[in-house]
């Protein structure tokens, strides 16, 4: 079975530029997870959906962090405009509604911005 | 609001040696409570957890953790460390009602000299 799917793994941008991170979640799974993981912070819960609708966002940085949840495969994370401040590994992550703290990640997006 | 605590940043143990990692967390009640694992490059995965009931809790690759209430801890253990153990680990804690938005310790960096 397919686990959660990132991409891209490597993004290297400059500064201003909109940067879209994407995610495909596990079939079925109804919960869906945004991390960022900087090695200052640790990681960083930036915003969650269940059911494709945002639960809490009081993690996301600031106004230049906006996330979708279109349907229930897919996911986008854009940082408009990108700050070098915003370079880290960016993790999405899945799990089903009863699977309490069972979260399952993807591989994270390593985002650079020069 | 609940936090975890891992006061070792980086440990070295021998391959074949035991090995403990500590976790320490703050909430009111009694948490949900999990480690996970993470191999460079990778992302995240669950290696165990605590609910309730039996404090001492059994997980994958043959880890296994202890619930302590009254030292408000959750240490990771393992008899006889691999080589292949050494990664990042991380303590997390999640709270009824959000269970599934759990918020991770800082990780503890594990390298095994052989």
């Known amino acids: 079975d397919a686990g959660v799917i990132q991409s891209p793994r490597h993004e290297v941008t400059e500064m201003g530029q909109e940067v879209t991170l994407r995610c495909k979640p596990i079939?079925?799974?109804?919960?869906l997870f945004w991390y960022r993981q900087t090695m200052m912070r640790g990681l960083e819960l930036l915003i969650y959906?269940?059911?494709?609708?945002?639960?809490?966002d009081s993690g996301m940085p600031e106004d230049r962090f906006s996330a979708k949840m279109p349907n229930a495969s897919f996911s986008t994370l854009k940082i408009q405009p990108s700050e070098p401040r915003d370079s880290a590994v960016y993790f999405c992550a899945s799990s089903l509604s009863g699977g309490i703290g069972e979260l399952f990640f993807g591989e994270g997006s390593r985002l650079t911005v020069l | 609001a609940q936090s975890v605590t891992q006061p070792d940043i980086h440990i070295t143990v021998s391959e074949g040696a035991s090995l403990e990692l500590r976790c320490n967390y703050s909430y009111g009640a009694t948490p949900y409570l999990f480690w996970y694992v993470q191999s460079p490059g990778q992302g995240l995965q669950l290696l165990l957890k605590y609910f309730s009931g039996d404090t001492l809790v059994q997980g994958i690759k043959g880890f296994e953790a202890e619930f302590k209430r009254s030292q408000s801890s959750f240490n990771l253990r393992k008899p006889s460390v691999h080589w292949s153990d050494a990664a990042e680990y991380f303590c997390a804690v999640g709270v009824t009602g959000t269970a599934s938005k759990l918020t991770f310790g800082t990780g503890t960096r594990l390298q095994v000299t052989l």
């Open positions: 959906f269940n059911n494709n609708v945002p639960i809490d």
């Open positions: 079939s079925g799974h109804d919960y």
